[in-house]
């Protein structure tokens, strides 16, 4: 079993639409949690981080569950500029050792 | 202004040959890695640092060296002996000794390709 499982797509969306992302991470001492945004052939960027309950940033949305190890992105009203790969990235406990990349979950929304 | 570089964006290299990718930057940044990244694939780590003269292996260190003789910069070596050295690399930084916790700042990678 993968340390964090993602998706991988490709979620083809109408403009407008609502799409959300499901992230699985394995280990239960985890204890923070990213979003990161990859375009084709470019370096991640950071979207959201997720450290609690969940966070909402605008369009965006991220929700953490804990109890079951999973977090999601919600993207609300998607852009075509929304097209990308979402990366899921955890923090399993602390060093740099410990900081996993989900493989990514492509996202191209569509006019 | 302030930011991760990398350099050069693409580079071919030859089977046999040592390569060296260079990532600087100005960020003022104690941590720096260096990730590998793979089609279809999410990012693995190779090498870090914590401060100068310090670093340790990650996941995928075999085939790799680094150095760390300045704050500002973290050279990766992609050796010959690195048996599948195709792929997209990435540097990244982050501002405290805390590691994991604060955010990652990427560079813009370098895509190397063996002949």
Not at chain 1, 25 to 43: I, L, P, V
Not at chain 1, 74 to 92: G, Q, W
Not at chain 2, 48 to 55: A, E, G, K, L, R
Not at chain 2, 96 to 111: A, E, I, N, S
């Amino acid at each position: 079993r993968k340390e964090v499982e993602q998706d991988p797509g490709p979620f083809n969306v109408p403009e407008g639409a609502t799409v959300a992302f499901n992230c699985t991470y394995s280990n239960s001492a985890s204890q923070s949690f990213f979003w990161y945004r990859q375009d084709c052939r470019k370096e991640p960027k950071l979207l959201m981080s997720v450290y609690s309950s969940g966070n909402e940033d605008g369009r965006f949305t991220a929700q953490l569950n804990r109890a079951s190890q999973y977090i999601s992105l919600l993207i609300r009203d998607s852009k075509l500029s929304d097209s990308a790969t979402y990366l899921c990235v955890v923090n399993m406990g602390g060093s740099a050792r410990q900081l996993t990349f989900g493989s990514g979950t492509q996202l191209t929304v569509l006019p | 202004d302030g930011g991760i570089t990398q350099s050069p964006k693409y580079l071919f290299r030859k089977e046999g040959q040592n390569v060296t990718l260079s990532c600087e930057q100005n960020l003022n940044h104690d941590a720096m890695y260096w990730y590998r990244q793979d089609p279809g694939q999410g990012l693995r780590l190779i090498y870090y640092s914590q401060i100068v003269n310090d670093f340790q292996k990650g996941d995928i260190a075999e085939g790799y060296s680094v150095s760390r003789e300045k704050k500002e910069s973290f050279p990766l070596t992609v050796t010959s002996a690195q048996k599948n050295p195709t792929a997209f690399y990435l540097c990244a930084s982050t501002p405290v000794h805390r590691l994991g916790t604060d955010t990652q700042y990427f560079g813009p990678g370098t895509r190397l390709t063996v002949l």
